[in-house]
Every structure is written in C-alpha cells, then in structure tokens.
Nanobody, 128 residues
Framework: QVQLVESGGGLVQPGGSLRLSCTASGITLAENAVTWFRQAPGKEREEREGVACIRFADMGTVYLDPVRGRFTISRDDAKNTVYLLMNSLKPEDTGTYYC??????????????????WGKGAQVTVSS
C-alpha cells in the first residue's frame, strides 16, 4: 500500500521559515516526479496549485513564479523523503500543503488529476 505522509507544518510569522517533509512508503520517490501543491483556504481540491516539483531522474527542479527564490525542493533517496524548505514566508502562502507523486515524471504536468498518489496534507499558517 502506497502512503505519502507530510509533516513540518505549523504557524509562523511573516518572514519566517518552515521545512515540510514528504515521506513515502510503498513507492520509491526517486522513480517519481514529486510536486508540492497548496490549497488556499476556501478553495476546492481542483483549485490546488502546484508550487514546486522535483524530477525523477536528474532531480531537476521547477518552481511556480510566486515562490521562486523563496522555496527550495529537495530529495533524500536514503530516507525516501522529499522536502520543501520555505523561507521569507508571506500571509498568502497560508494553506494546506500536499505532496503528490507521478511515476517517472518530468515536472511537465501540474494538474491534480495527473498525479498518481497524494498525501493527506500539512497545514501552514503565516500570520502575525
């Protein structure tokens, strides 16, 4: 059975940092493109936006414009875990963050329906 488990969310002040983790069992993340999505308060599942992705083969990364330069996605194959380091957080970064895996992906597909596996999400709240 495949499971993706997010952790590391919480409440942080504007300008602060958090690191999210996505740990997998039942699949090897190195064989998947892993995308971090976020769902803003009041939005539906279909409105989740992908913010960062790491490719399966060369660990190349892609970022959504609003987070580029502030967020860093990385992968630890020994721990079968993908991380999202979020710096200089803003109130508009608030939401539930989900990791999603797409087998042998190249981060060229960002639609929620194209993802093969999902975690249950981690809440991130940026507020003073």
């Amino acid at each position: 059975q495949v499971q993706l488990v997010e952790s590391g969310g919480g409440l942080v002040q504007p300008g602060g940092s958090l690191r999210l983790s996505c740990t997998a069992s039942g699949i090897t993340l190195a064989e998947n493109a892993v995308t971090w999505f976020r769902q803003a308060p009041g939005k539906e599942r279909e409105e989740r936006e992908g913010v960062a992705c790491i490719r399966f083969a060369d660990m190349g990364t892609v970022y959504l414009d609003p987070v580029r330069g502030r967020f860093t996605i990385s992968r630890d194959d020994a721990k079968n875990t993908v991380y999202l380091l979020m710096n200089s957080l803003k109130p508009e970064d608030t939401g539930t963050y989900y990791c999603a895996a797409r087998g042998y992906g190249y981060c060229d597909v960002w639609t929620t329906t194209a993802m093969h596996f999902w975690g249950k999400g981690a809440q991130v709240t940026v507020s003073s």
